[in-house]
């Protein structure tokens, strides 16, 4: 498995708190070791094309895209950005 990161990923992870940024750190740990986790909580996002979607805590989720065997982590923060990924 590849593990990538989009700059706005990146850049949405510099912005959280830091206990927010190792709970992170904790889920994309686990991630790469079994990606259907069942605390990851693990979906398809509704009304996208290839986004996903995975918890962190209750409040904060992450998107991602899977092509073959390269995911492509592309936000992190709080349920906002769900509502951005489906615009």
């Known amino acids: ?3 990538q990161r989009f700059k706005s990923f990146v850049s949405d992870y510099k912005n959280l708190p830091k206990e927010i ?7 994309l740990v686990l991630f790469e070791q079994n990606p259907w986790h069942p605390s990851l909580r693990i979906k398809k996002m509704k009304a996208t094309k290839d986004v996903w979607e995975g918890r962190v805590t209750r409040s904060y989720r992450f998107t991602f895209e899977w092509e073959g065997d390269v995911i492509t982590f592309r936000r992190v923060g ?10």
Do not use: G, S, Y
């Not at 940024?21 to 889920?27: F, G």
């Open 1 to 3: 498995m590849i593990l």
């Open 21 to 27: 940024q190792a709970r992170v750190d904790e889920a």
């Open 78 to 87: 709080t349920h906002d950005i769900l509502k951005e990924e489906t615009r």
